[in-house]
C-alpha cells in the first residue's frame, strides 16, 4: 500500500493551496480518508471524510477554510486550503483508516510565511 501527498509548499499568509494523496494497492473506496498535521505541538487531525457516503468532520482550527474531498475513481483525496494562516505550517500527512488497519503517506510540508 502507497499513499503518496502532492502540493505542498511555501505561500504567504492568506493564499491557497491544494494537497492530494493518492492511493495504490489498497481498495480506496473501502477506506475513510483522513489528513493529520504535525507541527512542534503533536500531531492534528484536520479533517476526514468517511467512505461510500462522504461525511466530512474538521478541526476546530480550520473549519470554514478547509475544505476535504475525495475522487474513488481516481483513488485520490483532496485537501483545499484556504486562507492559510502561519499556524497552519506544519506536515501535513494522508491516513486511510479501515478500522483494524490504516495507513500513513510520507508527509508533505507545507510553510506559511510572509
Known amino acids: 500500500v502507497q499513499l503518496v501527498e502532492s502540493g505542498g509548499g511555501l505561500v504567504r499568509p492568506g493564499e491557497s493551496l491544494r494537497l492530494s494523496c493518492v492511493g495504490s494497492?489498497?481498495?480506496?473506496?473501502?477506506?475513510?480518508m483522513k489528513w493529520y498535521r504535525q507541527a512542534r505541538g503533536g500531531r492534528e487531525l484536520v479533517a476526514a471524510i468517511a467512505s461510500r457516503n462522504g461525511l466530512t468532520n474538521y478541526g476546530n482550527s480550520v473549519k470554514g477554510r478547509f475544505t476535504i474531498s475525495r475522487d474513488d475513481a481516481k483513488s485520490t483525496v483532496y485537501l483545499q486550503m484556504n486562507n492559510l494562516k502561519p499556524e497552519d505550517t506544519a506536515t501535513y500527512f494522508c491516513?486511510?483508516?479501515?478500522?483494524?488497519?490504516?495507513?500513513w503517506g510520507q508527509g508533505i510540508q507545507v510553510t506559511v510565511s510572509s
Open positions: 494497492g489498497l481498495s480506496f473506496v473501502d477506506y475513510a
Open positions: 491516513n486511510a483508516w479501515g478500522g483494524p488497519v490504516d495507513f
